[in-house]
């Protein structure tokens, strides 16, 4: 199974500079993702924005939004635009579009977007960006950078039932939330049936998201993070979250042989602090 992980993109206080040695970090370290996450209403950086100055200071990593708020960008061929963009900046090949619909009523609201309408534009969106993609009309094959090789990639978030059918019909594969192990093995069966059904040849690729959090301050850095992030969901949840982080090298060993036995291509491990000596930390727990 592939370990990846996340940008500190959406890490209060994390400054530009921050964002590109821990790419390079992470490049220089063997990890085969570096992904994003996305928010309106927070303090973060906005993911392509992220992932582009990652791309210029990379030549490997796979650089992956975990995932776009597809809805809240309005225009299905400006995000495959910006996409292939990304694509064409990295090299070609690196870029993978995770998408999902989101669930923050805050960022829908800012966005002048109404929630009940976010299924049916992803819905319509995804044969949209397949069709951009792969230039498939007059008008789509215009729309540029056109992709070098095999170009992005698709996957798509979320637990409901559509989310699997969506990533079946029009996916490379799926993305389980940070929801642990167990429930990322009942999305991956899920996801099986419905590419079965779709009759996909090949395999869809199984990915997963955990929070990390190591070194002295690791504790009060989840707990600092990811109580004000996850906020909304109410203390309760937002401190089981805080507390789920990988706080030791046993804990991270332990999640990744967790989630390769749920079936997992790869695990993406998000950080809780953006100082680039996170990135060392998790590669020696995680045997890289």
């Known amino acids: 199974m592939d370990v990846g992980i996340g940008l500190p993109n959406a890490v209060p206080g994390t400054a530009g500079k921050k964002l590109t040695e821990w790419a390079r970090a992470a490049e220089d370290a063997g990890f085969s993702t570096l992904g994003t996450i996305d928010r309106i209403v927070y303090g973060n950086y906005e993911p392509l924005i992220a992932l582009s100055a990652a791309a210029a200071v990379t030549e490997r990593i796979r650089l992956a939004t975990t995932v776009m708020l597809g809805p809240l960008r309005g225009n299905a061929t ?7 963009s990304l694509d064409a900046l990295a090299g070609g090949g690196r870029a993978v579009l995770g998408i999902a619909v989101g669930g923050r009523e805050d960022d829908y609201e800012a966005s002048g977007i109404s929630m009940s309408e976010r299924g049916a534009w ?53 993305i389980a939330p940070g929801g642990g192990s167990d429930e990322a093995q009942k999305g991956i069966q899920q996801l099986e049936a419905e590419w ?41 949840i937002a401190g089981m979250i805080a507390d789920s982080a990988a706080k030791d090298a046993e804990t991270v060993k332990a999640y990744i042989s967790a989630f390769e036995e749920a079936g997992c291509d790869e695990l993406i491990l998000f950080p809780s602090a953006s100082d680039p000596e996170q990135v060392a930390l998790l590669a020696e727990a995680a045997g890289l």
């Open 78 to 84: 400006l995000v495959a635009k910006q996409i292939l």
């Open 196 to 236: 079965e059904k779709a009759g996909r040849d090949g395999k869809p690729r199984k990915m997963a998201l955990a929070y990390y959090s190591l070194g002295p301050d690791g504790k009060a850095n989840a707990d600092g993070y990811l109580r004000d992030y996850y906020a909304w969901l109410g203390d309760e």
């Open 122 to 174: 992803l819905d319509a969106a995804l044969p949209e960006i397949r069709r951009v993609w792969a230039g498939d009309g007059e008008q789509p094959a215009k729309v540029g950078p056109r992709p070098e090789g095999a170009g992005p990639s698709l996957i798509l978030g979320g637990t409901a039932a559509a989310s699997y059918r969506r990533a079946a019909q029009f996916g490379d594969g799926w």
